[in-house]
């Protein structure tokens, strides 16, 4: 049914799923069935029991493998647990080289409950291919990268790393989420691992919490599945369909969203009391042109940076539009400060280390109009400057 040639945009609504075979319904049935009746004593049926398949579940999986052109797909019933399940591959004594500025659940799954089963891991700038080689050592397993980066939006030359990868014998392992199937495709450059936090662009509305893996071949699949059926944090029926009902309107929604947040980066980068706007769409970003080869575009999501607390407070106080929330992708602006959000888990030093400072915000861009959102932030912005005094005594 499905015709390969066809775009990413039309494959999100033409594939094997377009209608049910047995009723013609144009939408996946919800199957809530935990068991399955089987007839025949001596032949198993497709399915026996919901943790191991069901017909929901699988409706998104084999969706989401043909959109990252992967072998196989799993889903989750969060990004965290895609994740966390997916690093069940490894052993004791096993290593992991990691971004440094990886989600903050990740930092944590691997910084405080890996270890505790003896698999080491050292964190990288992973934009740095010569600190990326360096690192490697004779037990790394899994090279683990996002790109773009979290919430400095850094990129990594995924198919550079891949290389250091297979020379070393390990598996590379993408947190896709941020540009998700419609922008990049890491499996294409030869990584082995996709991961999504669906929660965000991927189902898009801020109304469920998934994750989502996609591996390359049949022999990671079958590792997979069968720690997913181990493990048992798969992604239930009805949250499946949210998903796939998501999945449909992703090509619209990124456009739109990444339109807006072009236009947003660059009024933000005129105004004088942001000190940086973190965006891979600028041509002087420095991973730019490596962002362009391996993606579609730049996405939806920026960072900016103000000068400190007071004036993110400020700016909190006086926006709009945007839900101030942690989270992201979704169809309203979500505007989130890492430092008190989404890298909450790490330590003081370590998020300054790594740039995360109290005067940081994230924007992902969402379905506003972009006037609207311009006009919003602009306000927002005035009002920070009305408060500010010679000695940055802003009182809220
Ligand atoms: C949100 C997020 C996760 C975690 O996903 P959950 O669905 O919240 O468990 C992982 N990676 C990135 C980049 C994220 O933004």
Same mark, same amino acid.
């Given at each position: 049914m499905?015709?390969?040639?066809?775009?990413f945009?039309?494959k999100?609504?033409h594939?094997?799923h377009?209608?049910?075979?047995?009723t013609?319904?144009v939408?996946v049935?919800i199957?809530h069935?935990? =068991?399955f009746h089987?007839t025949d004593f001596?032949?198993?049926?497709?399915?026996?029991y919901?943790?191991?398949?069901?017909p929901?579940r699988?409706?998104?999986?084999t969706?989401i493998?043909? &959109?990252?052109?992967g072998?196989?797909?799993?889903a989750?019933?969060?990004g965290?647990a895609?994740i966390?399940?997916s690093f069940m591959l490894?052993s004791?004594?096993?290593h992991v080289l990691?971004?440094?500025?990886v989600y903050?659940? #990740?930092?944590r799954?691997i !910084?405080?409950?890996?270890?505790r089963f003896? $698999?080491?891991?050292?964190?990288v700038?992973?934009?740095?291919?010569?600190?990326v080689a360096?690192a490697i050592q004779p037990?790394?397993?899994?090279i683990?990268i996002? #790109?773009?980066?979290? *919430?400095?939006?850094?990129?990594t030359?995924i198919?550079?790393?891949?290389?250091l990868?297979?020379?070393?014998?390990?598996?590379?392992?993408v947190?896709?989420t941020?540009m998700?199937?419609?922008?990049?495709?890491?499996?294409e450059?030869g990584?082995? $691992?996709?991961?999504?936090?669906a929660?965000k662009?991927?189902?898009g509305?801020?109304? /469920? /919490?998934?994750?989502l893996?996609?591996?390359?071949? @049949?022999q990671?699949a079958?590792?997979?599945?069968?720690l997913q059926?181990?493990?048992?944090?798969?992604?239930s029926?009805? +949250?499946s369909? &949210?998903v796939?009902?998501?999945?449909k309107t992703? !090509?619209?929604?990124? @456009?739109?969203?990444s339109?807006s947040a072009?236009?947003?980066a660059?009024a933000?980068?005129k105004e *004088? $009391?942001i000190e @940086?706007?973190?965006?891979?769409?600028?041509s002087?970003h420095p991973g730019h042109?490596?962002?362009?080869y391996?993606?579609?575009?730049p996405?939806? /999501?920026?960072?900016?940076? %103000?000068?400190?607390?007071?004036?993110?407070?400020?700016? =909190?106080?006086? /926006?709009q539009?945007p839900v101030y929330?942690v989270?992201?992708?979704?169809?309203?602006s979500?505007l989130?400060?890492?430092?008190k959000?989404?890298?909450?888990?790490m330590p003081?030093e370590?998020?300054?280390k790594r740039?995360i400072?109290?005067?940081?915000l994230r $924007?992902?861009?969402?379905?506003?109009?972009? +006037?609207d959102?311009l006009q919003d932030f602009?306000?927002a %912005?005035?009002?920070i400057?009305?408060y500010? #005094?010679p000695?940055?005594g %802003?009182?809220?």
């Open positions: 499905t015709d390969h040639s066809h775009t945009q039309t999100l609504l594939n094997k377009k209608a049910d075979e047995e013609g319904a939408s049935p199957h069935a935990s =068991t089987q001596d032949q198993p049926g497709r399915y026996d919901s943790r191991s398949g069901n929901t699988e409706a998104l999986e969706t493998a043909n &959109l990252e052109s072998f196989r797909g799993f989750f019933a969060s965290m895609a966390s399940t490894l004791q004594r096993d990691v971004s440094e500025d903050g659940g #990740t930092y799954m !910084h405080d409950v890996l270890i003896g $698999i080491e891991h050292t964190f700038d992973m934009t740095n291919l010569e600190e360096t037990n790394t397993k899994v683990y996002e #790109t773009p980066s979290n *919430p400095l939006l850094k990129i030359d198919q550079a790393v891949v290389k990868a297979k020379a070393n014998e390990c598996l590379t392992f947190d896709n941020f998700t199937p419609a922008l990049q495709r890491p499996l450059f990584a082995d $691992i996709v991961l999504h936090s929660t662009f991927i189902a509305h801020s109304d /469920v /919490v998934a994750g893996a996609v591996v390359r071949n @049949e990671l079958e590792k997979l599945s069968f059926n181990s493990f048992g944090s798969i992604l029926p009805h +949250d369909w &949210l796939l009902r998501g999945l992703l !090509h619209c929604r990124l @456009e739109q969203s339109r072009f236009r947003l660059h933000l980068a *004088p $009391i @940086e706007v973190y965006y891979p769409g600028f002087f042109s490596t962002h362009l391996q993606a579609g575009g996405g939806a /999501v920026l960072s900016f940076r %103000l000068p400190d607390e007071n004036a993110v407070r400020f700016f =909190t106080k006086h /926006v539009l929330a989270s992201l992708g979704a169809v309203e979500i989130s400060y890492p430092a959000m989404s890298h909450a888990s003081s370590e998020r300054k740039g400072t109290d005067g940081l $924007i992902s861009v969402g379905l506003e109009n972009a +006037d959102l602009q306000n %912005l005035a009002a400057k009305r500010d #005094t000695t940055r %802003l009182q809220v």
